[in-house]
């Protein structure tokens, strides 16, 4: 069985960062892409930022030039760096995996339980 554990949320000012980090453990062959999805309350989650397994990246509009996505494949770990902060940014941030838990076996797609991110003075 394989979890994913995110940490790193809380309280900050509007302006301030935070560093979110996901951690995949348990029965794991290999990963390949690492997200982070994010959902406020009322809204539908959304893409926040991915990192492929060789280190490819791609971003969501409303967060580009703000938050960085990267990952250490040798601690099956992701990190989503936000600066800039905007109390728009509040929501529950989860982390997402495709990943192999056996030889030739299928791709299969983990969440985690999530963290929140409140942004506010």
């Known amino acids: 069985q394989v979890q994913l554990v995110e940490s790193g949320g809380g309280l900050v000012q509007p302006g301030g960062s935070l560093r979110l980090a996901c951690v995949a453990s348990g029965s794991i062959f290999s990963i390949n892409d690492m997200g982070w999805y994010r959902q406020a309350p009322g809204n539908q989650r959304e893409l926040v930022a991915v990192?492929?397994?060789?280190?490819?990246?791609d971003y969501g509009d409303s967060v580009k030039g703000r938050f960085t996505i990267s990952r250490d494949n040798a601690k099956n770990t992701a990190y989503l760096q936000m600066n800039s902060l905007e109390p728009e940014d509040t929501a529950v941030y989860y982390c997402?995996?495709?990943?192999?838990?056996?030889?030739?076996?299928?791709?299969?797609?983990?969440w985690g339980q999530g963290t929140q991110v409140t942004v506010s003075s």
């Open positions: 997402n995996a495709a990943l192999v838990n056996r030889w030739r076996g299928p791709v299969v797609r983990q």
């Open positions: 990192i492929s397994s060789v280190g490819t990246t």
